[in-house]
């Protein structure tokens, strides 16, 4: 997917969905302090999705240090 893409996907924002690369993710919980829903908690030491409120604005994928949590679209083509 290139810049453009991603862009077109961020401004649709009901095209995306919030992901957690467990295995990445040290339970910092820096992406929960600065989320504005209270999405995400630290759960057994990683981080964890605890309600479907989540307005994707991008603040936990641009906090993360490690790279863990990020927005990603869904596939429209059916693949």
Known sequence: MNRKELRDLKNDKSKLKLRIKKEWCKGCGICAAFCPKDVLEVQNGKITIVNDECIKC???EQRCPDFAIYLE?????GK
Request: hydrophobic fraction near 10%; include cysteine.
């Open 73 to 77: 679209g869904e596939d429209t083509n």
């Open 58 to 60: 991008g603040l936990c």
